[in-house]
């Protein structure tokens, strides 16, 4: 089923729009503390969510569970919900990765609105079908594909976010831009995104060019998935950047110094660029502005060459490896993307060793 994104231009008339041409019986709206508080209010002004049944689920990773599920699923039973029912998921990645998962099993299945919240949300979780809980200590361990009927996408939401929000969801904007070369199937018209993505001013937002950099990175995901729905060739181009990343991620929790995940993202797309340069002959110019574009903005994550081993068994057992081997999607040149690419130890120690010295650390 083809997932429609939807730019808002004003979340008041969209929504009801949408909701006109969706025929339900009962709507559920999903909120945490934060999306209740600050953005629930603004679609209040909408009479079919002021009557919507809604249910505050707990934010944070920690609470992607099944307790989480159950209390949704328990929601949505409870208050007679049946499989003709629409639920809108008001959150961030975690809230709709979540929501989402409950609707697809509900009943064997209800539709569901995705509205993200944050930046990372809009140009990631919410889009592409990819719902799921953790589960045993593994990450999205439990979940489906399963795509929202509609995305609505409203960058006021974003206005409000901190700094660390923000480039988080940036990183994710970036790899995005590095998928998209000249002539690529997946690319909108300015094929040019990196480099306006490199000099926008972070510190002094332009809201409204944010929006287009935004959505035009929106739907850099939305084609690639489109031809892969499920991840069993191209769509694994999303992962540039997350084998080294989710190696960094998991290495900070285990440290208690957690880093969010696109700041995790960022580092590993200085590592993973750099293995490009190193196996297919990537850019080092382009390695060198993302580099220092990288260290400008989001510090340093440090860690000691004795974190070597560790950081190689955490990518060893990332599940995005098919065989024993460790996965990267790398590139030979920005859009010229290459999945199923493997490093050695040595190579991926190597890389190691520049990501400190680049940082200096
Ligand atoms: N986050 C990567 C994907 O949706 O495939």
Redesign the pocket.
């Known amino acids: 089923m083809k997932q429609q994104i939807i730019r808002c231009t004003d979340i008041t008339k969209d929504l009801p729009d949408l909701l006109s041409n969706l025929q339900f019986d009962g709507l559920f709206v999903l909120t945490d503390k934060n999306t209740e508080r600050f953005c629930l209010p603004r679609l209040e002004i909408i009479p079919e969510i002021r009557r919507a049944k809604k249910f505050r689920i707990p934010d944070g990773d920690e609470h992607k569970d099944l307790q989480t599920l159950s209390s949704v699923w328990e929601f949505l039973s409870q208050n007679g919900a049946n499989r003709k029912s629409l639920l809108i998921n008001l959150g961030g990645g975690m809230l709709t990765d979540l929501g989402g998962f409950a609707a697809s099993a509900f009943k064997r299945g209800i539709r569901f609105v995705n509205i993200p919240t944050t930046l990372l949300g809009a140009v ?1 979780a919410a889009v ?1 079908g ?1 719902t799921g809980i953790n589960f045993n200590g593994l990450k999205n361990e439990i979940g489906a594909f399963a795509p929202a009927v509609a995305v609505l996408i409203d960058s006021n939401f974003f206005q409000t976010l901190d700094h660390t929000n923000l480039f988080s969801g940036y990183a994710e904007m970036l790899k995005h831009a590095l998928l998209c070369g000249r002539d690529a199937m997946h690319c909108v018209s300015t094929w040019d995104s990196l480099n306006e993505l490199l000099r926008f001013d972070l510190g002094k937002i332009d809201y409204a060019k944010l929006n287009n950099l935004l959505f035009e990175s929106v739907l850099v ?1 939305e084609r690639i ?1 489109e031809q892969d729905p499920t ?1 069993q060739g191209i ?1 694994k181009a ?2 540039l950047g997350h084998t080294f990343g989710h190696a960094f991620e998991s290495l900070s929790h285990e440290q208690n110094r957690p880093i969010p995940h696109g700041y995790a993202v960022a580092y590993g797309l200085v590592c993973e660029l750099y293995l490009s340069f190193t196996k297919l002959g990537f850019d080092k110019t382009v390695l060198t502005q993302i580099a220092r574009f990288v260290k400008e903005n989001y510090g340093v994550f440090a860690f000691d060459c004795i974190h070597y081993q560790r950081l190689y068994e955490l990518m060893l057992h990332d599940k995005k490896n098919e065989t024993a081997a460790i996965n990267f999607t790398l590139l030979k040149e920005i859009g010229e993307i290459e999945i199923n690419q493997t490093a050695n130890q040595q190579e991926i120690d190597e890389t190691l060793d520049f990501y400190r010295d680049y940082f200096g650390i």
């Open positions: 990631d592409g990819k995901k998935v991840e769509r999303l992962n």
